[in-house]
């Protein structure tokens, strides 16, 4: 596994908190995020690095979304 940065668009809710809500992958394509259940500091035992990880639901799959610094990324498998 790798850290695959990406294009997230997210906005600050009343309480101040940051919501991402589209994800953009390789082809450009926007992924809306559908759900958010869970946020935590956490570290990415599978592509190292550590920051606020946001479990999402996109397309009805669980997905993990890291904010690291000012850098989003995500774990992908290598090729």
Request: net charge positive; charged share 30%.
């Amino acid at each position: 596994m790798f850290k695959k940065y990406v294009k997230v668009t997210a906005t600050f809710d009343c309480d101040g908190s940051l919501v991402p809500n589209y994800i953009f992958w390789n082809d450009n394509k926007r992924y809306p995020i559908d759900r958010i259940t869970d946020v935590r500091y956490a570290t990415s035992l599978k592509a190292g690095g550590c920051g606020i990880r946001y479990t999402c639901r996109i397309l009805g799959k669980e997905r993990y979304i890291f904010l690291e610094e000012n850098k989003w990324f995500v774990e992908v498998k290598e090729n």
